[in-house]
């Protein structure tokens, strides 16, 4: 996750103090964990990773197992745990599972589309405390209804957001963008801030599950930089005027760079401290500091990589799949910097952006540690010396699990 908020706070405050404040990174113990509950869903969206139907799935973890794999969470010291699916509501326990989350003191977070969210639903979730739910718009009303393949779909995932916001839950929209939605963009922008909605999520398409069906209508480059650079500037706007508005954007770590890119335009003096604060940030966390857990407790390097199994929590701890770099996929993961091939290899900006996405390049030419096909930077912006060049570097084996 890129949090363009927490960049663009940082550069107000130092136009309004004259000091940039960079404060020392610190890495936490544990990664977040994206755990998807329950593979079944209401709906049957055209971008879904977990290609996930209506209907129930056999094997999933029962209540006991999650309360079992939620100690050791906590012990090998993860401090995030965003519970997902499928659609997570459709699961009994799922209330269950949230207050023992959050009385051991996880942050908690509930990603649902939202279209079960009646008022009672709503008052429910309010008085767990979860302390974020995150519910995807696609666009607007035809839009976002043509990609849930639900008529209605999109009245009521918007009810859903104002039912939370009246009850004091902190509620964002999560929007992931192809060519067939980036016009909804900027509406949904401006939706979020006539609504009081405090947090935009903004989602590159990752090739995996319907995603991976559907990656022919990625958006363009040149769409996805006019979508940064409005969500730059909007960020930037509500930094300046002291707001709480939040942006941040996932799956695409080239984002860090591009606004490199944009600082370089608006705020030229601030450059050399912003690119030391993108360097703590590192970029791309799959295997690193965000972990998922399937329906089934497998463990992956991110929700993107369900084809490629790291373990079973029934087998084994989390603590222990995670740390077990026999693994060649994980060893090549946790390496700093990563083995990355062609134009990653030879990027100035890898110390940043961390080889970007690899599930990505795994997708599309079989080799994780290709170059990701989903950078829309061109070679200068990269600082290639000989622009198309591609540079070899000898990369781990990849045998998908």
């Known amino acids: ?23 020392e990174g610190r890495k936490p113990r544990g990664p977040v964990v994206i755990w998807n509950l329950i593979r079944r869903c209401n709906l049957t969206c055209k971008h879904c990773y977990a290609l996930s139907a209506d209907h129930d799935y056999a094997g999933e973890l029962d209540t006991a197992e999650v309360f079992t794999v939620m100690d050791d969470l906590k012990a090998f010291g993860v401090p995030v745990l965003i519970l997902s699916g499928g659609e997570p509501l459709l699961r009994p326990d799922i209330l269950d599972i949230a207050r023992r989350a959050l009385q051991q003191r996880f942050y908690v977070g509930l990603s649902t589309n939202g279209t079960l969210i009646d008022a009672a639903w709503a008052e ?3 008085q767990v405390g979860f302390n974020y739910v995150g519910i995807s718009l696609d666009g607007l009303q035809a839009v976002h209804d043509r ?42 922008l401006e939706l979020m801030r006539a609504e009081g909605i405090p947090k935009f999520y903004f989602s590159h398409l990752n090739y995996a599950g319907r995603g991976n069906l559907h990656r022919g209508r990625d958006a363009r480059f040149e ?47 601030w450059l050399p401290h912003l690119q030391l604060h993108l360097r703590q940030w590192g970029g791309n966390a799959s295997g690193l500091n965000v972990a998922n857990i399937d329906n089934l407790g497998h463990v992956h390097p991110d929700t993107m990589w369900w084809h490629h199994d790291l373990g079973s929590v029934r087998e084994r701890p989390f603590s222990a ?25 030879g990027c100035q900006y890898l110390d940043i952006c961390g080889g970007n996405t690899r599930v990505r390049a795994q997708q599309l030419t079989g080799d994780p540690w290709a170059e990701d096909p989903g950078c829309y930077l061109d070679d200068a912006e990269i600082g290639l010396a000989q622009p198309g060049k591609r540079v070899a570097i000898t990369p781990f084996s990849y045998q998908p699990h």
Not at 164 to 172: A, E, F
Not at 245 to 257: I, K, R
């Open 1 to 23: 996750m890129f949090r363009i908020s927490h960049y663009m706070h940082a550069l107000a405050q130092a136009e309004r103090t004259g000091t940039y404040a960079l404060a």
């Open 124 to 126: 429910r979730i309010a």
């Open 147 to 188: 990609f849930r393949r639900l008529q209605g779909a999109f009245d009521r995932s918007l009810n859903a957001v104002r039912l939370l916001r009246d009850r004091g839950v902190r509620v964002g929209l999560r929007f992931t963008m192809t060519d067939m939605n980036a016009a909804d963009l900027r509406p949904l």
């Open 223 to 269: 769409a996805t930089r006019e979508a940064l650079e409005l969500i730059f500037d909007r960020a930037w706007e509500d930094a300046r005027r002291g707001g709480g508005e939040e942006y941040v954007t996932g799956n695409n770590d080239a984002d860090g760079p591009f606004l490199l890119r944009w600082a370089a335009r608006q705020l030229p003096h």
């Open 321 to 345: 799949i995670w740390n077990d770099l026999s693994d060649p996929l994980m060893a090549g993961l946790k390496q700093q910097p990563r083995a990355v091939q062609g134009r990653c290899a």
